[in-house]
């Protein structure tokens, strides 16, 4: 099955600074790569998501690269804000298989 | 709102007791599927269903079954509970191949 790894599995940064998250997947099929948010109590939902034929793509604050070649896609957050503190996790997939999430990474975006 | 109605929201039972979590996805979703979190653990994948039939088992325990009714509701048994089965058990749905909307979880202790 997919192994995936994320880095790192804590982040703290002060509000208005970067955030970079990496995932790392062993799948080289995989063609799928979603970041989803879990805020505290809550379930994860998706935020942002990419497909294999595409390296880069951009929401507002937030942005996911993918490097194919090395198997790692990344989540980029610019201008953090406090309300961005939650718990991330990528979800690479191949076709219709299921999900396999990383561990997480917990963000915390100080005032 | 994700769509997702999950229940109980909280459940505290004793070693060897049984209990039954309940979901009912989102309209026109045909596909549930069952994730356990832990804090150590992540987001593991126990099964997913798809109108009705087992579509993908992941690490769930012998212990442990589940089903999806023609309403397309599903339920999640857990049977002769042990103290290491405590974790949140989030139900989640989606069309094929698409974006997983979760419910906010059902919090299981075991005492």
């Known amino acids: 099955g997919e192994n995936v790894e994320q880095h790192p599995s804590t982040l703290s940064v002060q509000e208005g600074d970067s955030a970079v998250i990496k995932c790392t997947y062993s799948?080289?099929?995989?063609?799928?790569f979603p970041w989803y948010k879990q805020e505290l109590g809550k379930g994860p939902q998706l935020i942002i998501d990419i497909r294999s034929n595409v390296g880069e793509k951009k929401d507002q604050r937030i942005a996911v690269t993918l490097n194919k070649t090395a198997k790692h896609f990344s989540l980029h957050i610019t201008e953090t804000q406090p309300e961005d503190s939650a718990v991330y996790f990528c979800?690479?997939?191949?076709?219709?298989?299921?999900?396999?999430f990383g561990k997480g990474t917990m963000l915390l975006v100080s005032p | 709102d994700s769509g997702v109605t999950q229940t109980p929201k909280h459940l505290i039972t004793a070693t060897g007791q049984r209990v039954t979590l309940r979901c009912s996805p989102r309209?026109?979703?045909?596909?549930v599927y069952w994730y356990q979190q832990s804090l150590d653990q992540g987001l593991q994948f126990l099964i997913q269903y798809y109108n009705g039939e087992e579509r993908a088992k992941g690490n769930i325990l012998e212990r442990f079954s589940a089903q999806q009714f023609p309403d397309l509701h599903s339920e999640l048994n857990l049977s002769s509970l042990e103290l290491g089965d405590s974790a949140l058990y989030f139900c989640a749905s989606s069309v094929p191949a698409g974006e997983l909307f979760f419910g906010e979880g059902s919090r299981l202790t075991v005492l």
């Open positions: 979800a690479p997939r191949k076709g219709y298989s299921t999900l396999t």
């Open positions: 799948d080289s099929a995989s063609n799928y």
């Open positions: 309209s026109g979703d045909l596909s």
